[in-house]
C-alpha cells in the first residue's frame, strides 16, 4: 500500500526504497501499529526501544554476511564505523546482556521500529521499513515457542485474516543439525549448507545442487517427503491446545538466513503465495553469550513483522482492507465543528473551543470570515457529529445535530453540560 512516490523534478525525489508518509499513510502506518501494539500487550510483553544507530561491528559479528552487505554504513565525525540498524535481534542482545540483573526472567518485550538495509528495491522490499519485534529472553522450554507463534497469528487475526489468508510455517535448524551430524558434516560447513536450503524455493535447483555437493540427493529428498521431528510436533500441538493449529504448517525448507538461529524457526506467509514473508523469527540461545563473550548465557527467542508486505496484504483482503478503512475514517472524524455565523461572536466562540478542546473534544473552526453554507460543507467533509453555531441566537447556541439534522438552542453556559450528557460524544 504504502509506495514510494514519484516525483518529477530529481531533487524533489525520495530516495529509492523510501517512502514520504501523508496523513493517509500515516493512518494507515498507525492502524498496524496499534493493533501490533494492542496484541502484543494483551500478551504481557513491555515496549522498549533502541537506539537507530549502532556500531557496524554489532552486525558484522552476528547477523549473518547477507545482511552485512546490506548495510547502510559510514564513518560518523568521530571516525566511528557506524551502520543504521538493518534489525533489532543484536540490538537486544547488546542490552539484556547489559541490563539483565535488573529484570525477573523471563523477559518478554515488544518494539516497534524502523529499519534499514540496502537491499534491491523490489515487491514487499524496500530500503526502511518499520517492524514490531516480540523477543522472549531466559525461557528455554518450547512453552515459549508456542507462546511466541500463538502471538504472531493472533496478530495476524487482529487485522480480520483468518487461516484461509496466511500461515505460519515452522521449522527447526536442530533437524538439520541433526542431519548433518548423521551424515558426518564438519560443524564449520553447516552455516553454508542452512544457507543453501534456506535459498533453495528461490533459487534454480541446480544451483542449490552445486552449494550441497555430495549432499544434494539427501536433502532433496527430505525437502520433499518433508521429514519427521518430534518437537515440531509438539509445537503444533500446543497450539491445538488453543485452537491455533490450522494457522500452521510444519515445513523443515524454513531455515532463515540469519545466522544466529539454534533451534525453533519459523516465518509467516500468505496462503496464496503471492508475496515475500510477513514475518520471521526463531530461536537464538547462543547470541547472547556470544555478544557478552561468554560472561552471560541466556536462552532466546523473537520474532519480526514487518509493515510492508503486511500493508500489501491487508490491500488484497477485501474483509481486512474494508475494516482498516472503516477504522481509519472514523478515527479522522472530528467531534464539533463550530460555525461562526457572526464575526463578532468569534472571541465568544473561541473562549468555548479552547473549554471542549481542554475537555478532549475534537474541534474544528474557520481561521478567517467564510460564508456560513461553506461552513457547514466543512463541518460534513470533516465528519463532524456536531455543529456549533455561533449567531443571532447568542447567548443561546444553536447546535445541530449532523447526523439526523435535528437542531435545538442551547443556553453557552449550558453548553459543556449538555455535552457531557450525550454520551456517543465522550471523548
Ligand atoms: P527478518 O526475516 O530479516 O528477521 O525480517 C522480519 C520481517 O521484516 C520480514 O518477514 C519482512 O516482513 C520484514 N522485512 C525485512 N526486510 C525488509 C525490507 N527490506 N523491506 C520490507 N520489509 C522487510 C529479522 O529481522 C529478525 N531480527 C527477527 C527476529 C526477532 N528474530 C528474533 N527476534
Known amino acids: 500500500m504504502l509506495v514510494p512516490r514519484q516525483r518529477n523534478a530529481m531533487s524533489m525525489q525520495t530516495l529509492p526504497g523510501f517512502r514520504d508518509f501523508l496523513p493517509e499513510d500515516c493512518a494507515r502506518r498507525n492502524y498496524i501499529f496499534a493493533r501490533w501494539r494492542a496484541v502484543s500487550r494483551r500478551y504481557g510483553f513491555a515496549e522498549w526501544e533502541g537506539p537507530p544507530l549502532e556500531a557496524t561491528e554489532l552486525y558484522k559479528k552476528k547477523s549473518g554476511a547477507e545482511i552485512v552487505e546490506q548495510l547502510f554504513n559510514f564513518t560518523d565525525k568521530g571516525e566511528r564505523e557506524v551502520a543504521l540498524r538493518p534489525e533489532l535481534t543484536p540490538t537486544l542482545a547488546r542490552v539484556v546482556a547489559a541490563h539483565e540483573r535488573e529484570f525477573k526472567k523471563p523477559l518478554k518485550w515488544f518494539s516497534i521500529g524502523q529499519f534499514f538495509r540496502y537491499e534491491k528495491q523490489q515487491r514487499g522490499r524496500l530500503r526502511e521499513h518499520f ?10 522450554d518450547l512453552a515459549a515457542d508456542v507462546e511466541l507463534v500463538a502471538l504472531c497469528i493472533d496478530i495476524l487475526r487482529a487485522f480480520g485474516l483468518t487461516k484461509k489468508d496466511f500461515v505460519v510455517r515452522i521449522s527447526d535448524r536442530e533437524f538439520w543439525t541433526d542431519f548433518f551430524r548423521d551424515k558426518k558434516v564438519p560443524a ?6 542452512l544457507q543453501a536450503i534456506d535459498k533453495s524455493t528461490r533459487e534454480p535447483r541446480d544451483k542449490t545442487a552445486e552449494k550441497l555437493g555430495g549432499l544434494a540427493d539427501p536433502v532433496f529428498a527430505t525437502l520433499k517427503s518433508g521429514g ?14 488453543r485452537g491455533l493449529a490450522d494457522f ?9 538466513g540469519l545466522a544466529y538461529y539454534t533451534g525453533i524457526v519459523f516465518e509467516a506467509f500468505d496462503r496464496a503465495g503471492k508475496f515475500r514473508a510477513i514475518a520471521g523469527g526463531g530461536r537464538y540461545d547462543n547470541l547472547i553469550s556470544q555478544l557478552s563473550d561468554g560472561t552471560l548465557s541466556l536462552p532466546a527467542l523473537g520474532f519480526a513483522m514487518g509493515d510492508v508486505v503486511l500493508g500489501e496484504l491487508i490491500n488484497e483482503i477485501a474483509p481486512a482492507r474494508e475494516a482498516m478503512q472503516e477504522a481509519i475514517t472514523n478515527d479522522s472524524k472530528i467531534d464539533i465543528y463550530i460555525v461562526i455565523a457572526k464575526e463578532q461572536r468569534r472571541a465568544d466562540a473561541l473562549s468555548q473551543i479552547q473549554q471542549l478542546r481542554d475537555r478532549g473534544y475534537r474541534i474544528d473552526y474557520p481561521l478567517t470570515p467564510t460564508k456560513v453554507a461553506r461552513q457547514f460543507q466543512a463541518a460534513e467533509d470533516l465528519g463532524a457529529r456536531i455543529a456549533l453555531l455561533y449567531g443571532d441566537e447568542w447567548p443561546q447556541v444553536k447546535m445541530k445535530d449532523m447526523g439526523t439534522g435535528k437542531q435545538e438552542l442551547v ?14 460524544l465522550s471523548s
Do not use: F, M
Open 248 to 256: 500452521v504448517a510444519i515445513d523443515v525448507g524454513i531455515v532463515r
Open 188 to 193: 564449520e560447513r553447516w552455516d553454508p549448507l
Open 228 to 241: 519427521k521431528s518430534t518437537k515440531l510436533e509438539q509445537l503444533v500441538e500446543g497450539l491445538r491446545a
Open 131 to 140: 517492524q514490531l519485534n516480540c523477543d522472549i529472553i531466559g525461557e528455554k
Open 411 to 424: 443556553a453557552y453556559d449550558r453548553l459543556l453540560a449538555h455535552l457531557q450528557a450525550q454520551s456517543s
